[in-house]
């Protein structure tokens, strides 16, 4: 099985052109299906670029939302909106909705957006802002401590639905992949070629998902898990388990590529 791997494609901010150029390299890659790691499009056009891909591309999408998805919108709203979209597009697949996916008989896929939860750095005294905090009506207008309250929650429910379908994964897969948004380590947190420092890291990491998968991968040494993670538009690698491995994808607005193929074998 081969699987197109994109992320922060950012349709909102690319010509005709671009996305037709994208979907003829879907294409061109003979895969069974694409793997979609958020920053779609925003509130009000995320819906209709998940059915134009849908439309164009004629296989499966597997996606999860990035919190470019959410502007101009709230997060309880898109979710129940791109939510229902899946139900009623059977290309379309939710990864927060459809739990356990079997890609194979020993490789599993799982997925969540996840949310940059303010946990690592130092998030009190970073001067880095993101229009997250404008543009998404959750978190517009709040004190700096309340923000971060609310960005932890948000990372803490990231955290336990991936934990509880990792869990069910490794019941019988003996190779995960995890479909997620925001890098949930340090060392996946490229930002413009290097390591996140501490003003901007508490933006670019979940260390609430970092943490489940940290703890449920040791206690699994027969099993792996590749993390796909995208949101900070600069790539990497980091393998902070033997059998843990993150792949962080870059991005360029105005030109959405295929990060790699993925082949599931």
């Not at 052109?17 to 979907?23: E, I, K, T």
């Not at 962080?248 to 599931?264: C, D, E, H, L």
Request: with cysteine; aromatic share 6%; glycine share 10%.
């Amino acid at each position: 099985m081969r699987l197109a791997w994109l992320t922060d494609i950012h349709l909102d901010f690319v010509s005709e052109d671009a996305v037709d150029a994208l979907c003829r390299s879907i294409d061109q890659t003979l895969a069974d299906g694409v793997l979609l790691g958020g920053d779609i499009g925003q509130a009000p056009t995320v819906e209709a670029w998940l059915t134009r891909l849908a439309r164009r591309i004629e296989r499966p999408i597997h996606f999860v939302l990035g919190n470019h998805d959410y502007y101009n919108g709230s997060i309880r709203e898109v979710r129940q909106a791109v939510s229902s979209l899946a139900r009623r597009n059977s290309q379309l697949h939710y990864l927060p909705d459809s739990g356990t996916l079997r890609l194979t008989d020993t490789t599993a896929l799982v997925g969540h957006g996840g949310w940059a939860d303010g946990r690592l750095g130092n998030f009190l005294g970073s001067t880095f802002e993101l229009n997250d905090y404008v543009y998404i009506r959750d978190l517009s207008g709040l004190d700096k401590r309340t923000l971060q309250r609310k960005l932890m929650d948000l990372g803490d429910e990231a955290a336990g639905c991936i934990r509880k379908d990792l869990d069910a994964a490794l019941k019988w897969a003996s190779e995960v992949i995890l479909l997620t948004h925001v890098p949930p380590f340090k060392g996946a947190s490229w930002h413009r070629g290097r390591v996140s420092d501490d003003n901007s890291l508490p933006h670019f990491s979940c260390a609430a998902v970092g943490d489940v998968l940290m703890e449920i991968m040791r206690a699994r040494p027969d099993r792996s898990l590749t993390v796909l993670c995208g949101h900070t538009h600069s790539g990497g690698e980091y393998e902070p388990l033997p059998n843990l491995r993150v792949l962080t994808g870059g991005a360029r607005y105005g030109n959405p590529v295929i990060q790699r193929t993925i082949v599931v074998s």
